[in-house]
């Protein structure tokens, strides 16, 4: 028999050092005179360069306060530490607890019908009369029995679209089905359309208020601009918008409807006159996102002009002009600093799918397109539209739920953009702020994992993070505001 | 490292010497990563403890981007060096912390 002190390592290795141990950390350059070092719960401090060697090396005096914030924060211990490696185990297992859930969020894709012509369409819309683009009713109960399958307590229905009124019979039959279905299976069911609510009516009204189905909009800035990046017929996209929320504030209830705006070069100049439009529209949120490189807007050429550095002066100034609406009495928050600041500071993280490790694809989100196809998430559908079908899982009602849950589609991907294996991820420390993205890499370098020195995942990841670190270090008052969005 | 061991610019390349007493063999690949997008590195075989690397870069590159480019090489090359030193020491503790973390886990059930 072997004896078992071959497999263990003495529990001198893990006992702290006459002064201090280190525990696992990762550090980085914030800017010219600080560094960040961060760990694998998100706890984090800055220290100069002359500090973090001092730490390394073992030469931090144990009566300094930096001593004392760096044990507290779990970056050292010593003897006097009774259980830093127990409160780390404990910190880290809730953060990662979202994994064992598993797919929360399902998108059914209802339609690729839809009445607006926007130049940026990352899902390549079809003519409102092009009906063969419609989901049938059978993959419809398919997807829904695919959907109970997840172990996940609460499950989101998103419908979309094209737009995903244009096939509102079977939306309601969705709706009504899964709540039938859900007697059995007892989860704690949301929906949610996203529409741009031209073709809003009080059937749709009156059946959101009945089931609390909540609507996300698209709302691109100013009338000009919003119908400019917008096109209807009639220009009349904008107004038939406003009055969409306004209805399904009164209708439903004020919280039932948010809004998105899809940046363009156009819109990163006048990011001010967007986030005005939104409080002017009685908003208290707002998303300052980045164009995705699908669809049509890769064909008109929107993804190359609008680049990393321009989206990220977009959001440096949109983000100080939120401050500025915040400190005069309006409360505004910005969501996605919000989901940074949530990996900064809860105890959970984020839940949102896009920002995960391992990603959000397949486990986090599921995507059931009209067709019957299933894919990994939204933006693999819309790479699926540019002929690329790399996250294709399968086909509801020819492969079943387990095939396609242990895909090599899915699991390659998943295994192989783990952050905490990729090169240069793995030692980042906005690793626990970040997350993989397979499909951003796989659209813009035909590789899942990417190189990180050319990605502008990264480089937009990395320049956000450092903005609101140094806003949150540097300036009090942001500091104050930016935390009440937590 | 010393000035000496780093070469001129000839339009193209920077050729250095690395100590690796100084510096791990993984360090000086793992900075070499981080700076790919200005220029590329091409590691040569070690002569007892000096590695040759040659710092080549895009066609129209000047010789203060290229420069600049070196020096935040070696910038980068500290940092990573410190980093893998940090790995080393902490790499049983990471492993200690995950394995507790799940420990309690029912995983395989949920399956």
Known sequence: ?486 | MNDETIGAFDGRQIRVMIDLRSYRLSAVKKAGYRIAARCTLILGSPLEHDLPVTFTFKPGTDGSTANEAVRAYFQELLDQELRESVVEETAPLRALILAQAFSRTDLIRRG
């Open chain 1, 1 to 486: 028999m072997t004896p078992i002190r071959k497999h263990f390592r003495s529990s001198s290795e893990f006992a702290p050092a006459p002064h201090y141990r280190l525990l696992p950390l990762r550090f980085g350059r914030l800017d010219q005179r600080r560094y960040i070092v961060t760990n694998d719960v998100g706890e984090y401090v800055l220290l100069s360069r002359d500090e973090l060697s001092a730490l390394v090396e073992r030469r931090l005096p144990t009566d300094s306060e930096l001593y004392r914030a760096l044990k507290a924060r779990h970056f050292l211990f010593d003897e006097d530490s009774d259980c830093a490696l127990d409160l780390l185990a404990l910190k880290y297992r809730s953060r990662a607890d979202q994994v064992a859930n598993f797919t929360g969020l399902h998108i059914f894709v209802l339609t690729l019908r839809c009445d607006h012509s926007c130049r940026y369409c990352q899902v390549s819309r079809q003519l409102e009369s092009a009906t063969s683009f419609d989901m049938q009713q059978e993959h419809a109960e398919l997807a829904l029995e695919f959907m109970f399958r997840s172990p996940s307590p609460n499950l989101k229905l998103e419908f979309q679209g094209g737009e995903p009124l244009l096939n509102f019979k079977l939306l309601r039959w969705i709706v009504e089905r899964a709540l039938d279905l859900n007697r059995t299976h007892r989860r704690r069911l949301q929906f949610v359309i996203a529409s741009n609510l031209a073709n809003l009516n009080d059937d749709v009204l009156a059946f959101a208020r009945e089931h609390e189905i909540y609507f996300s909009t698209s709302l691109d800035g100013p009338q000009d601009l919003h119908d400019a990046q917008r096109p209807r017929p009639n220009r009349d996209g904008y107004e038939r918008t406003i009055r969409g929320i306004e209805r399904i504030r009164a209708a439903v209830g004020p919280s039932f409807v948010s809004a998105l705006m899809t940046p363009t070069q156009t819109s990163l100049g006048c990011v001010e006159q967007i986030i005005d439009e939104y409080v002017a529209r009685g908003f208290h949120s707002i998303f300052l996102r980045s164009l995705s490189p699908f669809g049509f807007a890769v064909r008109n050429r929107l993804t190359g002009g609008a680049s990393t550095d321009a989206w990220l002066a977009f959001y440096q100034r949109g983000l100080q002009r939120i401050l500025d609406v915040n400190y005069a009495g309006y409360p505004l928050r910005e969501e996605y600093s919000t989901i940074l600041l949530q990996k900064l500071f809860s105890p959970r993280g984020s839940n949102y799918v896009d920002l995960q490790s391992p990603a959000g694809i397949g486990i986090g989100a599921l995507v059931f397109n009209y067709d019957g196809s299933v894919y990994a998430s939204d933006e693999a559908r819309m790479l699926a539209e540019m002929n690329d079908h790399s996250f294709r899982l399968g086909r509801l009602g020819v492969d079943s739920y387990d095939a396609m849950m242990t895909s090599d589609a899915l699991l390659d991907p998943l295994a192989s953009t783990l952050l905490e294996s990729s090169p240069m991820c793995s030692d980042c420390p906005y690793l626990p702020f970040c997350g993989a993205d397979p499909v951003f890499h796989q659209a813009t370098q035909r590789d899942p994992m990417g190189h990180k020195a050319f990605s502008g995942f990264c480089a937009k990841q990395m320049g956000a993070i450092s903005h609101l670190l140094t806003r949150l270090e540097d300036d009090p008052h942001a500091r104050r505001v930016l935390q009440s969005w937590v």
